[in-house]
């Protein structure tokens, strides 16, 4: 079972940060791609932030400057490090495994979900104005 498992999500005012954790059996970290996601009320999923096995990364264009995903293998644990966070990152944080990571000229340019993707229960972000 590779089932990851999020934490760290919470209640901040507007240009607060919140780091979120998400452990992960070893297996999940030999994929190629892992990230994070993200589903406000009424919307539709959307990704946030992507790491590649060579540490590449890539972002969502609302988020670029202010997050950054990492990872530590030693301790089969992907973070998300939110800064400046506004009232429209209010949502549902989900870190997943495998996804798809495109690549333009070798730079790593999107990502999707990918249909074998493992899901965790996900952790709750609310930003208030």
């Known amino acids: 079972q590779v089932q990851p498992v999020e934490s760290g999500g919470g209640s901040v005012q507007s240009g607060g940060s919140l780091k979120l954790s998400c452990v992960a059996p070893?297996?999940?970290?030999?994929?190629?791609?892992v990230g994070w996601f993200r589903q406000a009320p009424g919307k539709e999923r959307e990704g946030v932030a992507a790491?590649?096995?060579?540490?590449?990364?890539n972002y969502a264009d609302s988020v670029k400057g202010r997050f950054t995903i990492s990872q530590d293998n030693a301790k089969n644990t992907l973070y998300l490090q939110m800064n400046s966070l506004k009232p429209e990152d209010t949502a549902m944080y989900y870190c997943?495994?495998?996804?798809?990571?495109?690549?333009?000229?070798?730079?790593?340019?999107?990502?999707?979900?990918?249909?074998?993707?493992?899901w965790g229960q996900g952790t709750r972000v609310t930003v208030s104005s």
């Open positions: 997943t495994a495998p996804i798809n990571c495109y690549y333009k000229e070798d730079n790593f340019s999107s990502f999707s979900p990918h249909r074998d993707a493992h």
């Open positions: 070893a297996d999940f970290f030999k994929y190629h791609c």
């Open positions: 790491i590649d096995s060579d540490g590449g990364t």
